[in-house]
T-cell receptor
Framework: KAGVTQTPRYLIKTRGQQVTLSCSPI?????VSWYQQTPGQGLQFLFE???????NKGNFPGRFSGRQFSNSRSEMNVSTLELGDSALYLC?????????????FGEGSRLTVL | AQSVTQLGSHVSVSEGALVLLRCNYS??????LFWYVQYPNQGLQLLLK??????LVKGINGFEAEFKKSETSFHLTKPSAHMSDAAEYFC?????????????FGPGTSLSVIP
């Protein structure tokens, strides 16, 4: 069974640009969560999608957005990039999005903003 | 709001020694509790989780954790450290009162194993 796949793995952008990151969950998983990981802040929850609906959102500005498609694949977008957006963005999927369920993580997309 | 603290951002142990990584949570109702491990340049992997069954939970790779409600703790232990255990360890919680998935992670503890 294929794991969670994130693309691209590495990317470099400049301030003011926008970026779109993609996440393909494990087949059959309906919930996708996104996290931002930085050395100073650790893992910060961005948002969670289940059956194409955003059910929860973390404390991030509106520049951070996401969506989920009918096949459960998810994308997140960051507009007007700032230097502080440099981070590892992790996607995690779970079977049914229950709070006691296991999260399966991808290897992440490492974004560098210059 | 729920929160998780992990005492010690860096822990070093000798190979073969006991591993103890500390985790405390703050919540009015005991949450679901998890330990995840992250190896360099990889995503996180679940080690073990506590839902509501036995308070002593056994996980993969010889790790176990004990839920202590009176101490609001969920410390992770392994009797004998191996070089391959060197990684970042995250304690995490989620609210059992909700129906959706929002896992809050602690700041992490980096474990070094000295030969």
């Amino acid at each position: 069974k294929a794991g969670v796949t994130q693309t691209p793995r590495y990317l470099i952008k400049t301030r003011g640009q926008q970026v779109t990151l993609s996440c393909s969950p494990i087949s059959g998983h309906r919930s996708v969560s996104w996290y931002q990981q930085t050395p100073g802040q650790g893992l910060q929850f961005l948002f969670e999608y289940f059956s194409e609906t955003q059910r929860n959102k973390g404390n991030f500005p509106g520049r951070f957005s996401g969506r989920q498609f009918s096949n459960s694949r998810s994308e997140m977008n960051v507009s007007t990039l700032e230097l502080g957006d440099s981070a590892l963005y992790l996607c995690a999927s779970s079977l049914d999005g229950r709070p006691d369920g296991e999260l399966f993580f991808g290897e992440g997309s490492r974004l560098t903003v210059l | 709001a729920q929160s998780v603290t992990q005492l010690g951002s860096h822990v070093s142990v000798s190979e073969g020694a006991l591993v103890l990584l500390r985790c405390n949570y703050s919540s009015s109702v005991p949450p679901y509790l998890f330990w995840y491990v992250q190896y360099p340049n990889q995503g996180l992997q679940l080690l073990l989780k506590y839902t509501s069954a036995a308070t002593l939970v056994k996980g993969i790779n010889g790790f176990e954790a004990e839920f202590k409600k009176s101490e609001t703790s969920f410390h992770l232990t392994k009797p004998s450290a191996h070089m391959s255990d060197a990684a970042e360890y995250f304690c995490a919680v989620s609210d059992r009162k909700t129906s959706y998935d929002k896992v809050i992670f602690g700041p992490g503890t980096s474990l070094s194993v000295i030969p």
